[in-house]
């Protein structure tokens, strides 16, 4: 599968130190804003519970591939949410599944703290589940 | 090797001086850094620091004093019930309670208030009995009565509060009826500071016939209880704020309040005698506290309270206010920063939203420059929702706050927002 927008992150982070990779992920948020999250898309059924801040996530499907986009009213958030949606964009159903905890551990380094990973994992499962790549559980 | 804990000089009381560098001293987790950068820790409403002599009896209750209270008929379980039921006499000195048996052990204030909700108020009230909270109560003193109003149908009032954080008593005063039960306020509020005149609300509530139950947990720690004073019914802390260890609470409840009141919870301890067809249970405060105490933790609270005592509450008080008034001042300078609760009678907290910043952003940058605060809605989304806003930022000062730390605070809230903007 091809995870090579994953690999860009986790390198870059890989070779920044703490404070870096804390402002690394501004600048990821910060580029975001050049691509505006539809108005209409910031609505419940959008909306990602459980998180500190509101997440919101667009899923969309072309030939057999899913391509995810995200928002959030916190920066930091929001950067955590578009290396998400970057890096897991494009796969098929079978190949989102295959993604795990130990992927997203790497887009994480230790960076942000541990109640960040809880979030990440969520964003993780949240988007398997629009995939349908969570067998047995259904997208809300 | 096993450090040998120093004996400690316990300041003396009302010292006219109060130095928080030497305070600091007491707490070893002041010098530790974060990130590479001084800890500035600000976020004591949610849990305060533990000072030094809290350790040591912690350390010497399991080390050398350890047996189940109440239980053996041997010596080690004789002073660990001594130094437990000691605690009860120094809780009752901290609150001015008329006595030990006024004291109840809880697991924190969240417990305390559900005993009274699930003893006294399950069995004194009725459907259409009506309670008063305020609008900017924890959710610790919301929930527990909405389990009751589902259990028994009373009725839940909630008293305003002024869009400067102020709470009016005549405002309060308008929503008691002859129905009024019960009144369950806060003694100050952990978002916005704001300290309720609870001597006055109790006058207007004994005055309609209702009992009082005081939610003390941001109360106790910034200045002097005085129950009997107050005139409360009930009055409920939680030892983890007043620099104790997690794991206990205190209730204190009026004699004739806990007398009429039935046992919560079953099991041992609460008991005087059982046989399958009677039991009799132990008279208060012991009928509240079944099975084994959190009386280590309890150990730990007497030191804490101890420590306390020896700073003086008056001098805590007042290093605080200077503390709050600085952090306000500081705060208003800071372009885009606007204060949430700015009532005149205000205690050590301070909550405020950055414009066009998302608190999360801020508490996770003011983080990087070892800023500890708290961000989000603080257990009261009813008062996030009455102020229309989502979360704030909040810095809630302790005895061994500086204004070197404030400072810092508005540094780096500027700092945030430059990396933002
Ligand atoms: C006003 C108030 N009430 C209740 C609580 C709950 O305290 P605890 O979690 O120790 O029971 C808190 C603390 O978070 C508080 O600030």
């Not at chain 2, 620091?49 to 189940?68: G, M, R, T, W």
């Not at chain 2, 010596?75 to 609150?95: D, H, N, P, Q």
């Not at chain 2, 609008?135 to 009725?155: C, F, S, T, Y």
């Amino acid at each position: 599968m091809d995870l090579s927008v994953y690999e860009d992150y986790a390198e870059t982070l890989e070779a920044l130190d703490d404070e870096m990779r804390f402002e690394y992920l501004l600048d990821i948020a910060k580029k975001k804003r050049s691509e505006p999250f539809p108005e209409e898309a910031m609505d419940d059924a959008h909306l990602m519970h459980g998180c500190m801040s509101r997440v919101w996530i667009l899923h969309d499907v072309a030939d057999d591939r899913h391509y995810f986009c995200g928002h959030s009213d916190a920066a930091i958030v929001k950067g955590l949410v578009a290396m998400m949606t970057d890096s897991f964009s494009g796969l098929t159903t079978a190949e989102l599944a295959q993604i795990t905890l130990d992927h997203v551990r790497r887009l994480n380094l230790g960076a942000l703290t541990t109640q960040r990973q809880v979030g990440m994992m969520a964003m993780l499962k949240h988007i398997q589940k629009l995939a349908g790549a969570r067998p047995g559980i259904q997208a809300a | 090797m096993t450090a040998i804990p120093a004996i400690r000089e316990i300041p003396a009381r009302g010292r006219n001086t109060y130095d928080p560098a030497v305070v600091r001293a007491d707490f070893p987790i002041l010098s530790r850094t974060v990130y590479n950068k001084p800890l500035r820790f600000l976020d004591n409403g949610a849990s305060a620091q533990k000072p030094q002599s809290v350790l040591d009896a912690l350390q010497n209750s399991y080390a050398s004093e350890y047996a189940n209270v109440h239980r053996g008929a041997h010596f080690l379980s004789g002073a660990a019930t001594e130094a437990y039921e000691g605690v009860r006499e120094k809780a009752a000195g901290l609150l001015n309670a008329p006595g030990p048996d006024n004291i109840v052990f809880t697991k924190n204030v969240t417990e305390s208030i559900n005993l009274v909700a699930c003893s006294w108020a399950d069995a004194h009230l009725s459907a259409g009995d009506e309670i008063v909270i305020t609008e900017m109560e924890h959710h610790a003193n919301i929930v527990p009565w909405q389990l009751l109003r589902d259990r028994k149908g009373i009725v839940l009032k909630i008293a305003p509060v002024e869009d400067d954080g102020s709470f009016v008593l005549e405002r309060f005063a308008a929503l008691l009826t002859e129905g009024t039960k019960l009144v369950s306020v806060t003694h100050v509020s952990n978002v916005l500071g704001t300290a309720v005149p609870v001597a006055e609300v109790t006058r207007l509530a004994k005055d309609a016939g209702a009992c009082v139950l005081i939610d003390g947990a941001q109360g106790v720690v910034h200045q002097p209880v005085d129950v009997q004073a107050i005139g409360c019914d009930f009055y409920a802390f939680t030892g983890h704020k007043l620099y104790g260890p997690t794991g206990v609470g205190i209730l204190y409840g009026r004699t004739d309040r806990l007398a009429e009141m039935p046992p919560w919870q079953g099991g041992g301890d609460m008991i005087d005698t059982v046989s399958f067809e009677k039991t009799v249970y132990a008279d208060p405060p012991m009928r509240f506290e079944a099975g084994t105490p959190p009386f280590v933790q309890a150990i730990g609270l007497g030191a804490a309270i101890d420590y306390v005592q020896a700073l003086g509450m008056d001098a805590i008080g007042a290093h605080e206010h200077a503390l709050c008034a600085h952090a306000m001042e500081t705060l208003r300078d800071v372009p885009g920063v606007r204060p949430v609760g700015e009532a005149p009678d205000k205690a050590a907290i301070v909550s405020f939203v950055v414009d066009g910043l998302h608190s999360l952003d801020v508490g996770a940058i003011l983080d990087r420059q070892g800023v500890a605060v708290r961000v989000g809605h603080h257990c009261a989304q009813p008062l996030m929702a009455r102020m229309g806003i989502e979360s704030t930022v909040r810095a809630s000062m302790a005895l061994y706050n500086t204004t070197e730390e404030i400072d810092a605070l508005a540094a780096g809230i500027r700092h945030a927002q430059k990396l933002l903007g």
